[in-house]
């Protein structure tokens, strides 16, 4: 069920939403009324989180089976005690384990004492995070350590920093205990950063992973982690991820290779690279290289080499990973965008530069797996339909594994080459409603079900080059 209203865009972005979702092809198929519908109900399911709380395994370091009873140890600690909540593994994604989501509650007391939350710290709380002090825009002015108060997301982005009350449009997250009194928390004092408020009764209950088995386990999205089976690394490949940061994708690749291999990392952003590094290091895998480069820049157009720095010369890598910069809007939970049509629509050249580099890049015979985590048909099928159009030597190919559905109609492609395409849909199902009751009764079947539709709106890919393009 509903508890949020929809995600808040600008009219201009909705209406041109709108015209992708409602567009003549889907209209010819499902009728008017039905493709309005279908997107009402998008724009809904965009302001909750997914159903499930998704974990990769580091199969590098652990086995599935420990991890998955680390977990559940976890849980216990967590605020789950006495409440049964299973771990699934996911029976395509072997390294995959699914935490179901408790909410939303709604018996939740709301407190007099108050604090207002930036819309990014109240889209993870609504994923299992603590309130830490930078999120914090406002509190009520008698608040103490300690005392219980009530959180709520100002959605809008109007709160002014420090206020004592807030009238504008909050949405209600649940309660939680301050580590801090309000004098406290605005003080100015720069090394105020650690955790502010933690959340005790959130209205979504998802384990936190703050510093859980760090080592061990990787918080991603389920498509994030159906990309990297679908790209389907091998033992000794050289394998490029084009727009790498934060790494979960790169870590992922490098761990079904068994570190046995060559992952080269770039993103052009140095603390994004270093946050790469990081997290493989954490993760204890040796085979990923990081560079602070520019993936538009990526091809080496002379014939000296770099000793395997960028940029690269043509057909240097057996696979290729473009996760896209994209509009993002396939992600959950998000109560309101204040981006311009302008900025909606300003990543599909920027995706075509990347794609042309990558086709260069890729040796004959070689995969390129193109992703998004947006719901646009100018970002998704529209790349489609130009990059088969543009590079004949393009194959569309089947994905495995297939979890979520076919590509979306509008585009101009055939039904078969759809079919080829996952589009993560989370308005596939309607808003749930879960609590200890449900899950109780509820068949592993049923629950992996919903796990694979009810996630983020994501986009993927995945083309096979035929012939060379050093001649064209």
């Known amino acids: 069920m509903s508890v949020f209203p929809k995600i808040s865009l600008r009219l201009e972005v909705e209406n041109y939403l709108k015209k992708s979702f409602v567009n003549e092809e889907v209209v010819s198929a499902l009728g008017k009324q039905e493709a309005e519908r279908k997107f009402e109900s998008l724009l809904n399911h965009l302001s909750h989180p997914p159903s499930f709380t998704t974990v990769r395994v580091n199969t590098h370091l652990a086995s599935v089976q420990h991890?998955?009873?680390?977990l559940l140890d976890e849980?216990?600690?967590?605020?789950?005690?006495?409440?049964?909540?299973p771990v699934l593994q996911h029976p395509k994604l072997q390294d995959v384990l699914l935490i179901p989501v408790i909410g939303p509650r709604k018996?939740?007391?709301?407190?007099?004492?108050?604090?207002?939350?930036?819309?990014?710290?109240?889209?993870?709380?609504?994923?299992?995070?603590?309130?830490?002090?930078?999120?914090?825009?406002s509190a009520s002015k008698f608040m103490k350590a300690g005392d219980v108060i009530s959180v709520y997301s100002?959605?809008?982005?109007?709160?002014?920093?420090?206020?004592?009350?807030?009238?504008g449009t909050k949405v209600f997250l649940g309660n939680g205990i301050s580590e801090f009194s309000r004098k406290e928390i605005f003080s100015g004092l720069p090394q105020l950063k650690g955790r502010g408020i933690r959340m005790t009764e959130p209205v979504y209950l998802s384990p936190s992973f703050d510093n859980v088995l760090p080592n061990y386990v990787f918080l991603q999205n389920l498509p994030s982690a159906v990309v990297t089976h679908v790209l389907d690394p091998q033992p000794g490949e050289k394998i490029l991820d084009m727009c790498a940061a934060p790494g979960g994708k790169t870590t992922h690749i490098a761990a079904l290779i068994d570190d046995q291999g060559e992952v080269i990392a770039l993103d052009k952003i140095p603390n994004k690279v270093e946050k790469i590094k990081q997290n493989a290091s954490l993760l204890g895998l040796n085979s990923i290289r990081a560079f602070?480069?520019?993936?538009?820049?990526?091809?080496?157009?002379?014939?000296?080499?770099?000793?395997?720095?960028?940029?690269?010369?043509?057909?240097?890598?057996?696979?290729?990973?473009?996760?896209?910069?994209?509009?993002?809007?396939?992600?959950?939970?998000?109560?309101?965008?204040?981006w311009t049509l302008k900025e909606v629509t300003s990543y599909q050249p920027l995706q075509r530069k990347l794609f042309a580099v990558a086709?260069?890049?890729?040796?004959p015979g070689g995969m390129l797996v193109y992703s998004t985590c947006t719901i646009t048909l100018a970002e998704n099928e529209e790349q489609v339909a130009w990059a088969l159009k543009t590079y004949p030597c393009l194959q569309l190919h089947p994905q495995e594994p297939q979890i979520g559905g076919a590509g979306m109609m509008g585009a101009g492609l055939s039904s078969e080459q759809l079919k080829?395409?996952?589009?993560?849909?989370?308005?596939?199902?309607?808003?749930?409603?879960?609590?200890?009751?449900s899950l109780r009764d509820a068949r592993?079947?049923?629950?992996?079900?919903?796990?694979?539709?009810?996630?983020?709106?994501?986009?993927?890919?995945?083309?096979?080059?035929?012939?060379?393009?050093?001649?064209?």
Not at 67 to 70: A, H, I, N, T
Request: net charge neutral.
């Open 67 to 70: 991890v998955k009873s680390l």
């Open 75 to 85: 849980l216990q600690k967590q605020q789950y005690d006495g409440l049964s909540v």
């Open 107 to 137: 018996n939740i007391m709301k407190q007099k004492c108050e604090a207002i939350v930036g819309a990014q710290c109240g889209n993870a709380v609504l994923r299992g995070a603590h309130v830490y002090v930078p999120g914090i825009v």
């Open 154 to 167: 100002d959605i809008k982005g109007i709160c002014k920093k420090g206020a004592k009350e807030f009238d």
């Open 292 to 338: 602070c480069f520019d993936g538009t820049k990526a091809l080496k157009l002379d014939t000296t080499d770099t000793e395997g720095e960028p940029p690269f010369l043509p057909e240097s890598f057996d696979r290729i990973l473009l996760d896209a910069p994209c509009s993002g809007m396939g992600q959950r939970p998000n109560m309101a965008c204040t």
């Open 359 to 363: 086709v260069q890049l890729l040796k």
């Open 420 to 437: 080829q395409l996952q589009r993560f849909d989370p308005s596939a199902v309607p808003l749930q409603d879960t609590d200890i009751d």
């Open 444 to 472: 592993v079947e049923d629950m992996i079900w919903l796990a694979n539709k009810d996630c983020i709106g994501f986009f993927i890919a995945k083309f096979i080059k035929c012939k060379s393009t050093r001649d064209s």
